[in-house]
């Protein structure tokens, strides 16, 4: 049975973030790929995703993430709690870590109001 090389990208052990349409890091082969090429695409994408990673591991590190609470590193979304009952989900985008993220709030519509409405 032939294997696809798209099939081969897919079980990378290596997940990369994908947004909803599952389509960022997909386009890696095609058939006149060579392995050299394919490996230096990847490298590419490795590269391009460190600062990602760095935003979700400042995340990670200085909030109480409630889910996922063991994120993979292709997770780009973290919901964070923040007060009693209330938290925030937060899409992060991978190509544009640094912008803000979609994000919507969770809980009560009181709990939510005082922090909406909360004025430094």
């Known amino acids: 049975m032939a294997v696809t090389e798209a099939s ?3 079980q ?7 947004n ?4 960022v890091y997909e386009g890696f082969i095609s058939a006149q ?3 050299i ?6 490298l590419a994408a490795i590269e391009s995703l460190k600062a990602f990673w760095d935003v979700m ?3 990670d590190e200085k909030t109480w993430v409630l889910e996922p609470e063991k994120p993979p ?5 973290r919901r964070i709690a923040l007060g009693n009952n209330v938290s925030i989900n937060i899409e992060v985008d991978p190509r544009h870590p640094t912008m803000l993220p979609e994000c919507f709030f969770l809980g009560a519509d009181h709990g939510i109001q005082k922090i909406v409405c909360y004025k430094i």
Do not use: G, H, M, V
């Open 8 to 10: 081969l990208l897919r």
């Open 12 to 18: 990378c052990p290596l997940l990369l973030p994908q």
């Open 20 to 23: 909803r349409s599952k389509t």
């Open 33 to 35: 790929s060579s392995l």
């Open 37 to 42: 090429s394919i490996y230096s695409q990847f």
């Open 57 to 59: 591991d400042e995340i």
């Open 73 to 77: 590193r292709s997770a780009t979304a």
